[in-house]
């Protein structure tokens, strides 16, 4: 598989992942926003979503 088919493949992993978590990531959102405020849940939001992205790909195509 060439380099840029991989790169396209795992985008495409965290889009997936994307689609699942940002509406879970709403639901949770007003359980603890409270408690951590909302740039550190954004962000937390943004690496586990990378990171189940990769591993999904790593998971599929590994």
Do not use: W
């Not at 959102?29 to 405020?37: P, T």
């Amino acid at each position: 598989m060439t380099e840029s088919n991989q790169l396209v493949l795992r985008v495409a992993c965290v889009a997936v992942t994307l689609c699942v978590v940002f509406p879970l990531g709403q639901i949770v959102f007003y359980e603890v926003a409270n408690v951590i405020g909302e740039l550190p849940f954004n962000a937390i939001e943004a690496v586990v979503t990378a990171t189940l992205g990769f591993g999904l790909f790593e998971v599929l195509f590994g």
